[in-house]
């Protein structure tokens, strides 16, 4: 069975530049989410979807972060423009509910170099 | 507000040592769950445990163990005989039911290396 699926594996760009990455999670898995990792540090939650529904998007920065899941499947994180500081690893995961004692599985993430 | 602190930035260790990982954490809600994920080199986490907050038996599995301690709100991870394979990030993670549903606090990582 295939996991999450992130693309691109690495990007980098200029400042001010608009950026998108993109994740496929797991067939069947209605929950999904954006983490940020930056560099040293644990991941934090960007923003968690069930379905199509954003539930969880107290921690997205609204000013120059979007995304969107249509059809409840693939899922889109954009910046624009982007910072020096947004340089990160974008981790995309997914889980079959939304209890906390769901296992999520996690896609091998995007790393972004913003130059 | 929910806290995870791994105070082990990096361990190294000679392959075939014991090695403790530790884990505190902090939550207001009654009712939570800790886990334990490993970052490999190749980016992606891999669940390794989980625990409920009501479960507080000890847990082995293979070469890896499991202590949770509740009063001292601690969850470390043991890996006996460590081996050249298990250098990566492990990552403590906690996620509580009233307070952020699946949402994972996670630790700041701990970066191990076994040497051969």
Redesign the interface.
Request: proline letters at 6%; a negative charge.
């Given at each position: 069975e295939a996991?999450?699926v992130q693309s691109p594996r690495y990007k980098i760009i200029e400042k001010k530049q608009p950026v998108a990455f993109w994740c496929n999670p797991i067939s069947g898995h209605n929950?999904l989410?954006w983490?940020r990792q930056n560099l040293?540090?644990?991941?934090?939650?960007l923003i968690?979807y069930e379905n199509e529904e954003a539930?969880?998007d107290s921690q997205l920065p609204k000013d120059r972060f979007s995304a969107e899941r249509l059809k409840g499947v693939d899922s889109t994180l954009k910046i624009q423009p982007a910072e020096l500081g947004d340089s990160a690893?974008y981790?995309c995961?997914s889980?079959l509910?939304?209890?906390?004692?769901?296992?999520?599985?996690?896609?091998?993430?995007t790393?972004l170099t913003v130059v | 507000a929910q806290k995870v602190t791994q105070a082990q930035t990096e361990i190294s260790v000679v392959e075939k040592e014991d090695v403790t990982l530790d884990c505190v954490y902090e939550t207001r809600d009654t009712t939570y769950y800790l886990f334990w994920y490993k970052q490999p080199p190749s980016g992606e986490l891999v669940f390794l445990i989980r625990r409920n907050s009501f479960d507080e038996q000890n847990e082995i599995s293979g070469r890896y163990s499991w202590n949770f301690q509740k009063s001292t709100s601690s969850f470390n991870f043991t890996i006996t005989a460590s081996q050249v394979v298990d250098s990566a990030v492990y990552f403590c993670a906690l996620s509580a039911w009233e307070t952020s549903g699946s949402r994972l606090t996670f630790g700041e990582g701990t970066q191990l290396t076994v040497n051969p």
């Open positions: 996991g999450v929950t989410y983490y040293g540090q644990g991941p934090e939650l968690r539930v969880d690893v981790l995961a889980s509910g939304t209890d906390p004692d769901t296992e999520a599985f996690f896609g091998q993430g790393r | -």
